[in-house]
């Protein structure tokens, strides 16, 4: 009698991505049919990072690593009732200066959650969870990375050889990107010489994006000072094929900055602050060669390239941006704050974007959007080391995907290459 209608959990502004250092601004919402006494709720706001996976040899992998775990209590009841209808308990968390950008893996994932648990008083009582996940996005600038300017090179080729080719010639595929460090929203030019020396066109080509995860693990219960052992797993997050424009037989293909695909939102690379997950990122092209048996390709992995947060800029650029600056604003440490009386006025506020180092600020602001990759259902648990987590009311279904700084380049002008800003420049 009297039973929750609803418990759930917001956020100022239906904010879900902040940067380390901020404050999360939240309420614990209660709908009740009836009056009712409640004894208390109770919210764990926690950041954390947990490796789980069985190897092909049977053993299973695990580690953890905790970032913060805040429990406080929004309500004391005590004695005293809550009458029917809706009631709201805010709440604030500061995030620490320090932390890794979220990531939901198949093996692991770095993860920030509230958990809000009601208790009811009285022997019968019972108790109601619900629980929120929110995207921490942790800044990497591409200006400050020592190879993130260096061109990759691609060579790879298959020889005349065996029965079916031996009148026939080589296929070379010799190509060059014009960096290695890319932001999302951008897209990937390349240059080079496809050399097609068969007799039938190459009409299966085809350049992709690949992202490796590692996960880093000790096998379950065994001591603290076991080895530690890693397991990747990798998968294609973006792809360019040739299509309807085959290489002819006995021809060369030359590419002068030929655009391929862009760079879809993904999670920025080395997952900084994270000792037991690491992301990296690589190209990978394949060409089936023509007139042989369809296994006979040529398939070559770049070397890593960085995927940031923080776009490469010119030296005028950065010196013009820096002119024009503001002083970053002083983010309190303390880990609980009270909610100020009232909301901001603006809805669906985007979250301040940070800079980084290259005093980058008004060339472009990014939006957000979801992680390619895709996100996880989410269950209010009570074992900590267990996958966590549900629905916000911007979540629908049940699912939790982290977003990530998505820079348009798509719109950019011809003039300048300038991109329009999709988010005013908050926080800078």
């Not at 299973?60 to 004391?76: I, W």
């Not at 093996?107 to 629980?131: D, H, P």
Request: glycine residues 8%.
């Amino acid at each position: 009698m009297g039973k929750a209608k609803e418990i759930s959990i917001t956020y100022q502004n239906n904010r879900v991505v902040y940067a380390p250092g901020d404050v999360v601004h939240g309420a614990v919402s209660l709908e009740l049919k009836k009056p009712k006494k409640v004894k208390k709720i109770k919210v764990n706001a926690v950041g954390e990072s947990i490796v789980k996976l069985k190897m092909t040899d049977g053993k299973q992998l695990r580690n953890a690593e905790k970032y913060f775990h805040y429990t406080f209590d929004v309500y004391t009841g005590g004695d005293s009732e809550l009458n029917s209808g809706k009631h709201t308990f805010p709440f604030q968390v500061s995030l620490k200066p320090a932390l890794p950008t979220s990531f939901e893996g198949s093996l692991g994932y770095v993860r920030y959650s509230i958990q809000a648990n009601l208790e009811y008083a009285g022997v019968f009582g019972g108790r109601t969870k619900a629980v929120s996940a929110f995207t921490v996005l942790d800044a990497v600038d591409l200006n400050t990375a020592p190879t993130a300017r260096t061109p990759l090179q691609v060579h790879c080729e298959k020889q005349a050889s065996g029965m079916l080719w031996w009148r026939k010639n080589a296929v070379t595929v010799d190509l060059t990107t014009e960096k290695s460090g890319y932001v999302p929203g951008e897209f990937v030019y390349m240059n080079g010489l496809i050399v097609n020396g068969r007799t039938k066109p190459i009409t299966n080509l085809r350049i992709e994006l690949w992202q490796q995860s590692i996960f880093h693990g000790r096998v379950k219960n065994s001591s603290p000072q076991s080895e530690v052992l890693k397991h990747d797993v990798s998968s294609a997050v973006a792809s360019w094929t040739l299509g309807h424009d085959p290489i002819s037989a006995e021809s060369a293909a030359n590419w002068e900055r030929k655009q391929l695909f862009q760079i879809p939102p993904v999670v920025p690379s080395g997952l900084r602050h994270c000792r037991i997950i690491n992301i990296q990122y690589y190209f990978k092209v394949t060409v089936i060669i023509p007139g042989s048996i369809a296994s006979s390709l040529i398939d070559a992995k770049t070397n890593y390239i960085t995927i940031g947060t923080v776009p490469l800029m010119s030296p005028e650029q950065q010196q013009q941006d820096r002119m024009h600056q503001e002083p970053q604003p002083v983010i309190a440490s303390a880990p609980i704050m009270e909610m100020p009386p009232e909301l901001a006025a603006e809805l669906n506020a985007p979250p301040p974007y940070d800079p980084g180092n290259s005093g980058f600020g008004n060339v472009m602001l990014p939006s957000y959007q979801e992680a390619v990759t895709g996100g996880v259902s989410l269950t209010a648990v009570d074992n900590e080391d267990a996958i966590s987590v549900v629905s916000t009311d911007t979540q629908p279904e049940g699912q939790f995907v982290p977003q990530y700084a998505f820079f348009d380049f798509s719109q950019a002008q011809t003039g300048g290459g300038v991109v329009q800003p999709s988010a005013p420049p908050i926080g800078l």
